[in-house]
């Protein structure tokens, strides 16, 4: 029944690791967003896929690599995790022509030390 | 300067009485706005959208836009403690694949 779902939603890892979070949709979707939400609750964005195609590319560190097997799948590696990583990552979805309606995944909460 | 703003808060009403949150962002050309609440520890979730100038009600919630002010609220009536929660304000700007700009979020206290 799980709309948008992630994994994990607890990820504790040491610095210099590499690691990655997975994200799935079943609502039919055609468009995916990955959000950093840091300690001070903001929520900022980081990628999009549509249709498998990268549409959003914010100023976020190489080390963060996203992946979209699908339009119902994204996934977003990390290398060489720092402490500045640790965050609350969400993942998303909608419709690119309803783009501001966004269906949120659990989140996972990324702890590095 | 910040392209949606609001007040961090906490905003705290007794039970019952109107919540009425703000909201102010710095793109003209925004077309459409929307309300997300976020309860502690969870996701976003969508609550409310508006496209065109005026008011627009669901139940409690109430969007209001102003676009020649740049101004957006969302006011809940009959405020209930289970509305405890951030609500962040989110703006979309028109045309293309355009992203979603997130206000901070204002934090709602609703006191029995």
């Known amino acids: 029944d799980t709309a948008v779902s992630q994994t994990p939603k607890y990820l504790v890892t040491q610095m210099g690791n590499d690691k990655s979070i997975k994200c799935e949709q079943n609502?039919?979707?055609?468009?995916m967003y990955w959000y950093k939400q840091d300690s001070k609750k903001f929520l900022k964005i980081m990628f999009s896929?549509?249709?498998?195609?990268?549409?959003i590319n914010e100023t976020v560190p190489n080390r963060f690599s996203p992946k979209s097997p699908d339009k119902a799948h994204l996934n977003l590696h990390i290398n060489s995790l720092e402490l500045g990583d640790s965050a609350v990552y969400f993942c998303?979805?909608?419709?690119?022509?309803?783009?501001?309606?966004?269906?949120f995944g659990p989140g996972t909460r990324l702890t590095v030390t | 300067q910040k392209e949606v703003e609001q007040n961090s808060g906490p905003l705290s009403v007794p039970e019952g009485a109107i919540a009425s949150l703000n909201c102010t962002y710095s793109?003209?050309?925004?077309?459409?706005f929307f309300w997300y609440r976020q309860y502690s520890g969870k996701s976003p979730e969508l609550i409310m959208f508006?496209?065109?100038?005026g008011d627009k009600e669901d139940g409690r919630f109430t969007a209001q836009l102003n676009k020649a002010s740049q101004y957006v609220s969302l006011l809940i009536r009959d405020s209930q403690p289970s509305d405890s929660a951030t609500y962040l304000c989110?703006?979309?700007?028109?045309?293309?694949?355009?992203?979603?700009?997130f206000g901070t979020g204002t934090k709602l206290q609703v006191i029995p």
């Open positions: 508006i496209y065109s100038n």
């Open positions: 793109d003209r050309g925004s077309q459409s």
């Open positions: 609502l039919g979707h055609d468009t």
């Open positions: 896929y549509n249709n498998k195609e990268l549409i």
């Open positions: 998303a979805s909608s419709q690119v022509t309803l783009a501001g309606e966004q269906y």
């Open positions: 989110a703006v979309f700007p028109s045309g293309g694949y355009q992203k979603v700009t």
